[in-house]
């Protein structure tokens, strides 16, 4: 299927990559068909788009990212609806609201949004624990994990470097292969 978008352009969609959400989004209740959009940026942020309407598109990223110790507790319900044994079979995703300032940029941690990709359904769940904002800064949790990673790639590209001019003994690779074979 050919989508068209008013963020991405013109996507093709396969049907398997179709998330259906029975009772929509807070506040889109209309809308319940979306697929998942990597813009293939640096910023981790995925888009929740509607197949439905072309101008509607969510931020979303994973609260585990700037919050590693973010939980969701589902209930029983929710679980049957989402046809999931537990919660650790989906992915858990906030909604972002990104300002013209994204210095100020929020995520809602209260109501986030649940995927089975197994199945390709999700429901936008509000949690009952009242340590979450529906607001949570989180500029610079993000912004210190995008620094940590950047960090951890640069290691390993200069492991990669190091590793690429020893000698093949030294790499116990068997002589049959070549360093081309192992970059192909």
Partial sequence: MIIKTGRFGQLTVGDDEIIQVPQGLLGFPEYKKYCLVDPGDETLILWLQSVENPDIAFPLLEPKIFRPDYTARLSAAELRELKLE??????????LTIPEDATQMTANLKAPLVINLKEQVARQVVLQENEYSIKHLMF???????ITISAQRQKQAA??????VMPVA???????LTVKSLHS
């Fill in 86 to 95: 537990n919660i650790n079979q989906s992915a858990v995703f906030s909604i």
């Fill in 140 to 146: 610079k949790e993000l912004k210190a994990h995008l």
């Fill in 159 to 164: 492991r990669a470097e190091e590793s690429a």
């Fill in 170 to 176: 030294i790499r116990n690779i068997p002589p049959s």
